[in-house]
């Protein structure tokens, strides 16, 4: 609707009637109110932005936590919400004090990541008291009192990779398989390890895990140290974290390991992986969906402030090898769209 005023300017204000002043400020303040009827939603809009946080135990410098973030800034952009992201590098008290930063903020809700099982229990617990729901994504820890988890199953994921070796004759009993992660003891690495060791343990396969660090080159040298060392015993290898299975093709060309000699699983959320699954390297790999992941789980600490409880958990994850190895490097070369 368009309002038109006309303003007498054939005679100076003062000349006016009294009446023709009256009815002239009239229709003035109208448009104004009119104006401002338009103009205040917009207003309160930007003021009551909601805020998010979005918080991860990883480092940035991992690659699928490139794709956990690029899920939240989507959904940042699809919403018209603010999301505030940050990184912790395992380093658990920091991760801690960003949560409490968010209660401070009050956030509307709060998406995060699990460092050590129980980690984030009371602080959890703090933001419910303040009345902000929680949705811990990627790493599971039932026990923290959180609202609801998206993302893969770790203790299953574990137990598919070793049923994995095992239904394709890569391993029997009495073998032995080597485990390298980033950083033991992690939540990841605890669960995906029962699930392994469910498998392995009934069947007399054992296995040692061993410590890679977070550095790429100091990845690279630490696993082809102990690949050096041990590669008359390794039967195959089962890569606990996406930084380690992404090296696999360094750590086999610098100890002159050919593609396929040793059976290799694990996590294949990088684009390194995803080509050593084409290029026979690795056997077979697990995609998280992070973006995806991401993206739900703000969505359902969205719904949650809103009043809408989740009583369910999400569950991703898909095991790829070979044959669909192309559509996921599509992915996450931005050509998946």
């Known amino acids: 609707m368009r309002t038109h005023v006309q303003l007498n300017c054939a005679a100076p204000f003062g000349l006016l009637s009294k009446n023709a002043v009256l009815q002239t400020t009239s229709r003035f303040l109208g448009v104004l109110g009119i104006l401002a009827a338009f103009l205040v939603p917009v207003v309160c809009s930007a003021a009551d932005k909601a805020i998010y946080y979005w918080v991860s135990h990883g480092a940035p410098a991992d690659p699928v936590w490139t794709y956990f973030l690029q899920g939240a800034e989507q959904w940042a952009k699809d919403t018209g919400n603010e999301v505030r992201t940050s990184f912790h590098s395992g380093d658990v008290p920091s991760q801690q004090e960003a949560i409490r930063a968010a209660i401070s903020a009050k956030a509307r809700g709060i998406v995060t990541s699990t460092p050590d099982p129980g980690s984030l229990t009371k602080v959890i617990a703090d933001a419910h008291a303040a009345g902000i729901p929680v949705i811990i994504m990627n790493t599971e820890d039932k026990t923290s009192g959180r609202d609801a988890y ?117 996590w294949g959320n990088s684009i390194d992986t995803a080509q050593e699954v084409l290029d026979g390297y690795v056997n077979a790999a697990m995609w998280q969906d992070p973006q995806a992941t991401s993206y739900l789980a703000l969505s359902l600490a969205s719904m949650a402030a809103s009043g809408i409880p989740p009583g ?5 994850g898909t095991l790829y090898e070979k044959d669909k190895a192309a559509n996921f490097l599509k992915i996450m070369q931005g050509a998946g769209r």
């Open 150 to 266: 998206v993302g893969g199953d770790n203790v299953a994921i574990g137990a598919r990779w070793a049923q994995y070796l095992v239904d394709h004759n890569f391993v029997k009993k009495g073998d032995f398989v080597w485990m390298p992660v980033e950083v033991p003891g992690a939540t990841y690495q605890v669960l995906e390890t029962q699930g392994i060791d469910s498998v392995f343990k009934p069947l007399g396969i054992t296995y040692e895990i061993t410590e890679a660090k977070l550095d790429q080159a100091e990845i690279i040298t630490r696993m082809s140290n102990y690949l050096t060392a041990n590669r008359g015993k390794i039967k195959a290898i089962i890569g606990l974290g996406d930084l380690v299975t992404g090296s696999i093709k360094r750590v086999f060309d610098q100890v002159k390991v050919k593609p396929g000699e040793i059976p290799v699983v694990g």
């Open 312 to 316: 369910f958990d999400i569950s991703v």
